[in-house]
């Protein structure tokens, strides 16, 4: 039988549930795990850490909504990163690790052989934690790295953090999606940004959706995607001020560079071709998901968090 899947959300777990979800883990029954934002306590989520590092059939953890709440949980979970070699797929939003907790799983995520997506949203880090994240995107090829990476609402993070992570997504061998949205970047950091993904051989989806940009950002990135050859496939600019008339003119841009690059890989029909085809279809499942729920609830942890919910799918079969 293939591995399935056990989704609750948030629910007060205890006995016969936690038994069940560790037994399926070590009888390589699940492929997706996700207790977002279920309570559970610090004996019994040890317990379902344990399996996780049993387990070799699971792909995808979803931790988020706080289920990670303190550094005694952050161990843990680091303990079973270090043996476990399925995992592609790692939510923590919405999870108070700050740099400290990051720095204990730093070495395991940096080094875990199957992680290529990311999920560090509104978890409370700053510019040392983002310094650790440019560790994980490699500059060469000469090891893997993450491909999607999520760091929305991270207020604390600066000017010279981003900076960074600019530097390292520029030089990035693997990067394709990269969700900054609900960080207060401002045109300066975007400028860096745009630099970035002109620079980018990979990068394909960059959300910036509230972010304070206005018409400067916007015309930037205009004249970036109107002048230059790049890999962006979807810019999301929503609750912004930015004018309609430029965020259309950047989506139509990028749209037309999309049906180019298929009719290319039509014509060429290598496997490189096809798995550039395969990341612009996920991309445009993102692009509809983000149209289902315009216009958005305030921007909450959870109304981030639902939105990044909706997409998990995508992520297993990355």
């Not at 899947?5 to 629910?11: D, R």
């Not at 059939?57 to 988020?64: E, V």
């Not at 079973?80 to 797929?89: F, G, H, V």
């Not at 029909?269 to 216009?295: D, F, I, M, Y």
Request: with cysteine; charged share 20%.
């Amino acid at each position: 039988m293939l591995p399935g899947s056990i989704q609750i959300t948030g629910e007060s777990l205890a006995g016969a549930e936690i038994k069940d979800i560790c037994d399926s883990l070590r009888e390589n029954s699940v492929r997706l795990l996700s207790v977002r934002g279920c309570q559970l306590s610090d004996r019994d989520f040890g317990r379902v850490c344990r399996g996780v590092a049993d387990s070799h059939s699971l792909a995808q953890l979803n931790l988020n909504l706080g289920v990670v709440s303190n550094i005694g949980r952050v161990k843990q979970i680091a303990e079973a990163l270090k043996t476990n070699r399925s995992i592609q797929t790692l939510f923590l939003h919405g999870s108070p690790l700050t740099d400290t907790g990051l720095a204990v799983l730093n070495p395991v995520l940096s080094i875990h052989p199957s992680l290529v997506s990311l999920d560090l949203g509104d978890c409370m880090l700053g510019d040392e934690g983002v310094q650790l994240i440019c560790g994980m995107l490699p500059p060469d090829g000469a090891k893997s790295g993450l491909k999607e990476l999520t760091l929305s609402a991270n207020p604390a993070v600066t000017c010279k953090g981003w900076a960074r992570l600019a530097i390292a997504v520029a030089h990035s061998s693997q990067l394709r999606v990269l969700n900054l949205d609900y960080n207060p970047l401002g045109d300066q950091i975007a400028g860096m940004l745009a630099v970035a993904v002109a620079s980018s051989r990979t990068l394909e989806v960059l959300d910036l959706e509230g972010t304070g940009l206005t018409n400067q950002s916007a015309q930037i990135f205009l004249d970036m995607v109107e002048n230059y050859p790049t890999c962006l496939r979807m810019l999301i600019l929503a609750e912004n001020n930015i004018s309609t008339d430029l965020q259309q003119q950047i989506s139509d841009l990028l749209s037309e560079g999309e049906e180019e690059e298929d009719k290319d890989g039509e014509a060429q029909g290598n496997s490189a071709g096809r798995e550039k085809t395969t990341w612009r279809s996920q991309s445009s499942k993102l692009r509809c998901q983000q149209s289902v729920h315009k216009p958005r609830p305030p921007p909450t942890a959870l109304a981030r968090d639902d939105r990044l919910y909706v997409c998990e799918w995508f992520h297993l079969n990355a």
